[in-house]
């Protein structure tokens, strides 16, 4: 569903060229589980902003679904994000002074399709927060705010979802309760991709993809530690 | 996106930066009242000086003043003692297109009646001054031709005077002392209110101009005289006549200045409309710089606004925003903000002019328009102060905030 293609991205830092990604080829399939590892500075960042249709590759082709992107405008791509592609984010954000309820219906704003109406509530529900519709982030735990942006993420029901250290800002404990989540959703068949820059917490994932100074450092599938989670 | 949705968004988003939209709703709660003070206040009293103005001196009527300066001009000895009576008799009767005329002379002077007395101003008339002044009595009656042939001591009070002296009383026929001489009031003169130069004409006291000049003047000329014209089309040929009659009557020739000044209604309300244009333009130019004002505060507001929402807009361009939702959203909620600050703003306005009018007499402003045009006028003024904030959400990369 994800194929890049000798993807470059060269950021012009302090009038220094820092490549973030160098020459990334890569292909992503319906139903994996991915886990991008890597230290910071090593570009993993780039590759998520790029599969997530942030931001647009120098040089290279991204295939989704089997077009090239290159041939979007700027608003079809936010129809993209909107439909298809849910985020995660490591700070959260959540929308300050907005219930926990109307930050999950936020990206109905934007979308042009019907979403039946119990649909944010039911999510809630689904990560564990039936009874927290009406609280306030800053009445939330930071594991609490994770699961409504989880919940935000998969509203419009999107295929593939994109997840940037989503347990960086948490404890141990919230960090495996929310990665237990994606592992869940990735069981019901959603595309799950997600960074971090911990060996252990990518173990979670059954395929590793490690990156470094832009390049991809190694692939693996990692079938054999499935066991623990 | 939908319209309903940009408007509840933008709704929300305002009910959660209270502190912000205040402040963007001040300048132009200022800004507004005072446009509409001054737009009420400045039109009110044009139309009321035009009013009077039109009221008073008709097109088919012109003045002649005594002296070149004409009427609270030039003060040179000698040069307005020399309009008479027979001036203008002789003037209306050479002249066709005039078909009546009064000759007016004035001073001030103590009127008297029981234990009142008050210092008004005295105006002496003929008896045609009705017809030529549009102004008649409201009770009893004019002077009559005797009267003025007479020189009676006859008076016609204005309504306010009469109040003054008599109270509920009525005047008429009872005797006042002008100057310590006896009058009978014979009338009450019609209601005119307060004149272009501040004179209330209802507290004056007109007696036979004949009258005027010899028993409380002691003089033989006239202050001016007003003449009504048949033709007004005809009227600068007429103004024309005048003056060549009355510089051969007075020896006047060739390079000489007159002694005497013709005034016409237009050149009078063009003076008015010059007069006004300035007090026009110079008050609602002091509401436009608070609006302006009011404007870069909201383009920095905003500006700052943006900056601190900056992850709220990278999150809602990462979850579908486009740049036009964006755009829309902080449009629609400063031309919320404006239209709430022109609808309270002009409302504050209407409460101030409806102070003023308990003082001052303007006329009553049209509500419904007035706050239509604050309202708009302020809405206006959000979108241009907002456009470029606005954009600058619109452009944000999403990438640099989350």
Redesign the interface.
């Known amino acids: 569903m994800i194929q890049l293609s000798n993807i470059s991205k060269i950021y012009n830092r302090d009038g220094q060229k820092v490549v973030a990604l160098d020459n990334v080829s890569l292909t992503i399939k319906k139903g994996e589980f991915i886990a991008i590892l890597g230290p910071s500075g090593s570009g993993k960042s780039t590759l998520m ?1 790029t599969l ?1 249709l ?2 647009t590759p120098e040089k290279g082709t991204y295939l989704l679904d089997g077009k090239n992107v290159k041939k979007f405008d ?2 079809e791509l ?2 993209i ?3 298809q592609i849910g ?1 995660i ?1 490591q700070a959260f ?1 959540l ?4 219930t926990a309820l ?1 930050n999950v219906e ?2 109905l ?3 042009k399709k019907q979403t039946e109406k119990n649909r944010a509530m039911k999510l809630l529900s689904s990560v564990g927060l039936e009874d927290r519709g009406k609280h306030l982030p800053n009445e939330l735990s930071g594991g609490q705010k994770q699961r409504v942006a989880i919940a ?1 993420a998969l509203i ?1 029901d999107p295929d593939i979802i994109l997840a ?1 250290e989503p347990t960086g800002s948490l404890d141990r404990e919230s960090g495996r309760g929310i990665l237990k989540l994606l592992t869940q959703l990735n069981k019901n068949g959603r595309t799950i991709i997600y960074i971090t820059h911990e060996p252990e917490i990518a173990t979670y994932a059954n395929r590793i993809i490690e990156i470094e100074d832009g390049r991809i450092k190694s692939d693996s599938k990692a079938e054999y530690l499935m066991g623990n989670c | ?1 939908k319209i309903k ?1 940009i408007v509840t ?1 933008s709704c ?1 988003m305002m009910w ?1 930066f209270k502190g912000r939209t205040f402040l963007v709703m001040l300048g132009l709660i200022v800004g507004i009242s005072m446009l509409t003070i001054t737009m009420s206040v400045s039109s009110g009293t044009r139309d009321k000086l035009m009013g009077q103005l039109d009221a008073m001196f008709n097109a088919n009527s012109l003045l002649i003043a005594a002296g070149a300066g004409g009427m609270g001009g030039g003060r040179e000895s000698g040069s307005r003692e020399t309009l008479k009576i027979d001036d203008l008799r002789y003037v209306s009767e050479q002249i066709e297109n005039i078909i009546s005329w009064d000759p007016v002379q004035s001073t001030s002077g103590q009127v008297k009646y029981q234990g009142n007395s008050e210092q008004v101003l005295l105006m002496g008339h003929s008896s045609q001054a009705d017809f030529v002044w549009h102004r008649g009595v409201k009770e009893g009656q004019f002077f009559s031709e005797e009267h003025i042939k007479a020189r009676s001591r006859v008076a016609i009070l204005g309504h306010v005077l009469a109040q003054k002296l008599f109270a509920d009383e009525s005047p008429i026929g009872k005797t006042i002392r002008i100057d310590s001489s006896p009058y009978k009031v014979i009338g009450v003169l019609e209601h005119q209110g307060v004149d272009p130069h501040g004179l209330d004409r209802d507290n004056e006291a007109h007696v036979p101009v004949t009258t005027m000049m010899k028993r409380l003047m002691n003089v033989d000329y006239l202050m001016m005289g007003k003449f009504i014209v048949e033709d007004e089309n005809a009227i600068e040929q007429t103004v024309g006549q005048i003056e060549q009659l009355m510089r051969e009557r007075h020896g006047i020739e060739g390079e000489q200045q007159s002694d005497f000044s013709i005034y016409t209604p237009k050149g009078q309300r063009e003076m008015m409309r010059e007069a006004n244009q300035v007090f026009e333009t110079l008050l609602p130019s002091v509401a436009i710089v608070a609006l302006l004002i009011a404007m870069v505060v909201i383009t920095n507001l905003m500006l700052i606004m943006v900056n601190e929402r900056r ?2 807009i ?12 964006i755009l829309w959203q902080f449009l629609t909620e400063v031309s919320f903000i404006a239209g709430i600050g022109g609808l309270i703003g002009s409302g504050l306005g209407l409460l101030g002019v409806f102070l003023i009018r308990l003082v001052f007499d303007i006329p009553v402003p049209d509500l419904g328009v007035q706050l239509l045009i604050g309202v708009l006028i302020s809405i206006g003024i959000g979108i241009a102060a907002g456009i470029y904030p606005a954009r600058e959400a619109a452009r944000l990369d ?2 640099t905030y ?1």
């Open positions: 902003n997530g942030l931001d700027q608003d936010a129809q994000r909107n439909q985020f984010f954000h929308l300050p002074r907005t109307e936020l990206p704003l934007y979308s935000r419009n940037d | 996106m949705n968004t929300r959660r992850a709220e990278a999150l809602r361009k990462s979850v579908g925003a486009r740049a036009s939702d999403p990438i989350l």
